[in-house]
């Protein structure tokens, strides 16, 4: 296993990283993106004191239940970059898994890097999202064919690929740019259907990095984001070459989709045990601060967190299910239920607006109007600024101004909105979620069932009536 040191010098590398109009050479020591490379070797650290036998307990891949329980549970603790890894990770072996019966060579590379990318012990993050273009337009029909990753050279010894790929998280941080193609191709567009890893460094990779990180001296007042924050990496690939064995798809229409939905699922396995966590956030964020406020006996303020419990509980229950209700492979991994996973996301997703749209109402306008913790030490306005924060003699000015910060970065600035479109966005947009929901949903066996409560069993359909929006 890396240590954290170890991990900090790995990315002296040479790699081409850029933030605000400049290159960063030293990643380390940048004043806003060190915090990120200080958050990974922490979390490289504490893995560390978790290993068995020298081994990451991010390591391996599970294989019943209750294994994929215990990693995602220890996933989500250990912090951003090593849920995008084991995201990674996965996301190749379920791909493995569904190449097998007719992309052999393929999955066998497949299962040799994830191999080698375990026993180096290093981060992997995802390059699915293209710049698109013309969103109207098929890859073929752009008026600029490289608005799609595609190979641009086919050589004796592997690939050239040109293109970018779009809001990817944490990709300057990590070793390796998992890149597979973000939808379905079709024929006639084969050089558009290429899967790959990529090292960070490799000549032709660029990378520019945007953040919600905020930009002020006193981050007590950014409580969450001032300590924890991941950038998003716009990654270009400049005719960046690829030897054969890192090559997991070239030129396969047919094979182009397995990619895309293996990472859907474990992108909104991830999402949805955020949301579930989150959720408790929130719905103990309003509590707080209606107990601050004196509001917490009325009776719409004691409906509204209702409300909110009740979401909770509900994505908290579809992520139970999606993990009690885990499927196996044919490699014998285990992977969480597609049914449960994606109406969790979807639910989670959806509804997040009106939980956050609770909390300001119970909250009210001091989550964005609050003095700085600086007012309150100020020696002439200090003083007041506490008297009148504060509410009753349990509850002083300090702790409630602070508490409106915490929901003001949570849910209501520059980390808020970041949180709010990738709630929707992250795995794939809400229409992804509906699209396999009802896939795997057994529709046949709802109609059934309608059926025999209408004492109709035994009749198809087809001799009751048209099945319209089938």
């Known amino acids: 296993m890396l240590t954290g040191d170890q991990y900090r010098a790995s990315l002296d590398d040479g790699r081409a990283t850029f933030f605000e109009g400049e290159r960063v050479t030293d990643l380390p020591g940048h004043p806003v993106l060190g915090t990120v490379v200080d958050n990974v070797a922490d979390g490289y650290d504490w893995l560390a004191l978790k290993a068995v036998d020298g081994v990451s307990p991010v390591s391996g891949v599970p294989t019943t239940p209750q294994e994929l329980r215990e ?3 220890l996933v989500h603790t250990a912090g951003m970059m090593a849920h995008v890894n084991y995201t990674s990770l996965m996301t190749l072996t379920t791909a493995a898994s569904r ?14 890097f994830v191999t080698d990318a375990q026993d180096r012990d290093i981060r992997i993050t995802q390059c699915i999202t293209d710049a698109k273009g013309d969103r109207s337009l098929s890859p073929v029909k752009q008026s600029d064919p490289d608005a799609y990753v595609r190979v641009v050279d086919r050589q004796a010894d592997g690939i050239v690929i040109r293109g970018a790929k779009l809001h990817i998280t944490a990709a300057s941080f990590g070793h390796e740019l998992m890149t597979i193609p973000t939808k379905a191709m079709k024929p006639g567009e084969e050089d558009y ?9 490799a000549p032709g990779v660029k990378i520019v990095n945007t953040t919600y990180a905020p930009r002020h001296d006193d981050l ?3 409580p969450m984001s001032g300590q924890e924050h991941f ?3 716009f990654v270009i690939f400049d005719d960046v070459f690829v030897p054969h064995e890192r090559v997991f798809l070239d030129g396969e229409t047919g094979s182009a989709a397995v990619f895309a939905h293996s990472l859907g699922l474990w992108e909104r396995l991830g999402g949805l045990s955020a ?12 509590q707080l601060v209606a107990e601050a406020n004196g509001l917490e006996r009325i009776s719409h303020v004691r409906e509204k967190i209702s409300e909110m419990i009740i979401h909770a509980t509900v994505v908290r229950a579809c992520l139970e299910a999606a993990l009690s209700h885990a499927e196996t492979g044919v490699f014998g991994a285990v992977f969480p239920n597609e049914l449960y996973t994606n109406a969790g996301k979807y639910t989670g997703a959806t509804e997040y607006h009106k939980l956050v749209r609770h909390l300001h109402d119970i909250a009210g306008a001091a989550v964005v109007t609050a003095p700085s913790m600086a007012d309150l030490e100020n020696p002439e306005v200090g003083p007041l600024v506490r008297k009148y924060m504060a509410t009753k003699p349990e509850i002083d000015g300090e ?6 910060h915490a929901i003001r970065d949570l849910t209501a600035d520059a980390y808020g909105g970041w949180k709010l479109v990738t709630n929707i966005q992250a795995g794939g947009g809400l229409y992804a979620q509906r699209i396999v929901t009802r896939k795997h949903y057994d529709l046949d066996g709802a109609k059934q069932a309608a059926l025999q409560t209408a004492g109709l069993a035994g009749t198809s359909t087809t001799d009751a009536g048209p099945s319209r929006g089938i």
């Open 399 to 404: 702790y409630r101004t602070r508490l409106f």
């Open 220 to 222: 007590r007042i950014f």
């Open 231 to 233: 950038p998003e990496g």
């Open 193 to 201: 259907a290429v899967a790959a890893l990529i090292p960070v460094n």
């Open 71 to 73: 990693k995602v549970e």
């Open 275 to 286: 949301m579930a966590d989150g959720a408790d956030v929130l719905v103990g964020f309003a």
């Open 99 to 112: 190449l097998a019966g007719h992309g052999a060579e393929y999955a066998e590379r497949i299962q040799a």
